[in-house]
């Protein structure tokens, strides 16, 4: 099969063809449980419905085999009853078997795309990355040219490897659908990846002249510039996506690493302390409003001590997994003399990211404290074997921007930063 993904030469050339457009693929999957497109009226089987409801009781009870044995008695041929299945298996988050189902359905359904794009989606959602792909290639090479197939194929491709394949696939989305943002963000991510800021900002600005209202592209390009040493470009578009979305945090935590990269730590802190206030819940912003004040100079027993004391608590209150906050709060309680304390969360974080040295040679110090010179020189040379200070060094506060972008511009503040 010959993939139209292949050799694709265009940037976003006008669409030849309307896209089918959803608010996202997650929302699609889940149109099953929101009742669109749930009836099985024009089912070979009235009691196709019923066989659901049965196999749906089963997947609950955790007897999966049971269930899917129930759904094997609806006909080959009932494409209706099949994609009802699907929708409901996508309920369960069942989605291997899910694309077996719409797979089924493809073949009698009476809106074949729809059966193979929710395919497609839920092999993505299920890991088979290869079979998402062929998909997704299958359909569009059957004239289903729609910029959310492409984008289904390049996340599919992103995830398997194929990073040339998915930047084609996000052009062939946004000549689809010029105005379609998730296209020029993914090249934009890819550009970044591959340290191609000029290139990403030629995509964040196609992009804006079709979507100028975008804050998402604006801080796509806000971070191209900051990579490039444009900080005042990088403020000032960070400062228009804030505009734009007031309610995000995500704009400003960018401003306040470009002040932080700049040396402007008083208007750092300012900024971050503003966003840890508009979303306590964002343990990213709680983080850098700590990491921002310890940069400051932050001592035990201050406000700005406190502070930063608390906004590490609540940062991981908010994400137990992230291992910068737990790092930082080792160290901090260890600047308190709370030895106990800080070996809890330095070896937490180091268990979250066994390649990070920063807990390792803070728990070095904090067991050479406690007496046991054994343990720490066992750390320490952990530590030296390691030799990643200054990869690590190179993430704090620049390199930062690369992950708040590829994670921040696409996921909701509770889903930031998790790497």
């Keep these: 099969m010959i993939s139209v993904l292949s050799g694709v030469n265009f940037l976003c050339s006008p669409p030849q063809k309307k896209a089918y457009t959803t608010e996202g693929a997650e929302a699609h999957l889940d149109q099953g449980k929101k009742g669109k497109s749930t009836s099985i009226s024009g089912s070979e089987e009235p009691r196709a419905q019923a066989v659901i409801q049965r196999a749906r009781a089963a997947l609950r009870k955790g007897d999966r085999k049971s269930a899917l044995a129930i759904l094997a008695s609806i006909p080959e041929k009932d494409?209706?009853?099949?994609?009802?299945?699907?929708?409901?298996?996508v309920g369960e988050k069942a989605y291997a078997e899910a694309a077996r189902e719409f797979g089924l359905a493809r073949r009698t359904y009476q809106d074949r795309y729809?059966?193979?794009?929710d395919q497609a989606l839920a092999f993505v959602n299920a890991g088979d990355y290869s079979s998402a792909i062929q998909t997704a290639n299958e359909l569009l090479n059957q004239g289903y040219q729609t910029a959310e197939l492409a984008a289904v194929a390049a996340t599919a491709y992103l995830k398997n490897g194929q990073t040339q394949q998915a930047y084609n696939a996000w052009r062939l989305a946004t000549h689809l659908d010029p105005?379609?943002?998730d296209g020029y963000l993914g090249l934009c991510e890819i550009a970044l990846d591959r340290d191609n800021y000029d290139l990403g900002l030629e995509v964040a600005n196609i992009g804006l002249?079709?979507?100028?209202?975008?804050?998402?592209?604006y801080v796509q390009r806000g971070v191209m510039h900051a990579m490039k040493g444009q900080f005042s470009e990088a403020e000032q578009d960070f400062t228009t996506s804030?505009?734009?979305?007031?309610?995000?945090?995500?704009?400003?935590?960018?401003?306040?690493?470009?002040?932080?990269?700049?040396?402007h730590l008083d208007k750092a802190v300012e900024l971050l302390r503003q966003a840890s206030k508009q979303d306590p819940d964002d343990y990213f912003a709680l983080y850098w409003f700590a990491e921002a004040l310890l940069h400051a100079g932050a001592v035990p027993g201050s406000r700005e001590g406190d502070e930063a004391l608390a906004a590490l608590q609540a940062s991981i209150r908010n994400n137990p997994d992230f291992w910068h906050s737990r790092s930082d709060l080792g160290k901090v309680l260890l600047s308190r003399g709370e030895v106990d304390g800080a070996i809890e969360q330095l070896e937490r974080a180091a268990?979250?990211?066994?390649?990070?040295s920063s807990p390792l040679y803070l728990l070095a110090q904090a067991y050479r404290r406690k007496g046991n010179?054994?343990?720490?020189?066992?750390l320490a040379a952990r530590v030296s074997a390691m030799q990643t200070e200054e990869r690590e060094a190179?993430?704090?506060?620049?390199?930062?921007?690369?992950?708040?972008?590829?994670?921040?511009?696409?996921?909701?503040?509770s889903d930031r930063g998790k790497h």
């Design 179 to 181: 105005k379609n943002e």
């Design 351 to 356: 268990e979250l990211n066994p390649q990070a």
């Design 394 to 413: 190179q993430t704090l506060p620049q390199a930062t921007l690369k992950q708040l972008v590829k994670e921040g511009t696409t996921s909701s503040s």
């Design 114 to 117: 729809a059966a193979g794009y």
């Design 242 to 263: 804030a505009k734009l979305a007031p309610k995000d945090s995500l704009p400003v935590v960018a401003t306040a690493l470009v002040s932080m990269q700049t040396g």
């Design 79 to 89: 494409g209706a009853g099949h994609f009802a299945a699907g929708q409901m298996l």
């Design 373 to 378: 010179e054994a343990k720490a020189a066992e």
């Design 209 to 217: 002249t079709h979507l100028p209202g975008s804050e998402r592209l």
